[in-house]
């Protein structure tokens, strides 16, 4: 049996010999007959591998879910701990403890700024990071889809379908 993309090819092969007339009736519908029994053969294998192949996407989904939830909860109790340790050394009023193996010490992080909210406005622009503007899609399609002719956006932007594959 034919693969695919030689089907494929077959298929235009019969279309332009139809639209050329020098195949007769009979000849054409046979041929057709007997490329679309290949096809949907050839279609019904590729549906199960398809079919296959989203089952394992599916799977690993669910598996990279359950890992990063199980991720989230370590690295959660890693931060706690970790807490525990800061405020007990504070309570202690110890900056460094040698513990066993290990030598647990507070350090000094580097600074940080911290924008203080209600003085936003007061910032002066040399601090100010500009940035390239966002186009917001979805109000266009709303827009667009309330008033095709939409003079806001007349010979800017258009809706526009596509086809896809869909297996049932």
Not at 19 to 34: I, W
């Amino acid at each position: 049996m034919a693969n695919i993309y030689e089907l494929t090819s077959e298929f235009k092969t019969l279309w332009a010999l139809m639209e050329e007339g020098t195949l007769g009736d009979d000849m054409l519908t046979g041929a057709f007959e007997t490329a679309t029994e290949d096809l949907a053969a050839k279609m019904e294998g590729y549906c199960k591998f398809i079919k296959n192949l989203e089952s394992d996407i599916e799977g690993l989904k669910a598996e990279e879910q359950r890992l990063h939830a199980k991720r989230q909860t370590m690295e959660n109790t890693v931060r706690r701990a970790k807490s525990a340790m800061q405020d007990a050394l504070n309570a202690a009023g110890e900056k460094k403890l040698k513990a066993g193996t290990w030598t647990v010490a507070l350090q000094q992080n580097p600074p940080r700024v911290i924008i203080d909210e209600q003085y936003l406005e007061n910032i002066p622009t040399r601090y100010i990071i500009p940035q390239d503007p966002e186009v917001n899609k979805k109000l266009m399609m709303e827009d667009l889809k309330a008033d095709p002719a939409c003079k806001d956006l007349e010979g800017i932007a258009h809706l526009e379908c596509s086809e896809s594959l869909r297996i049932k």
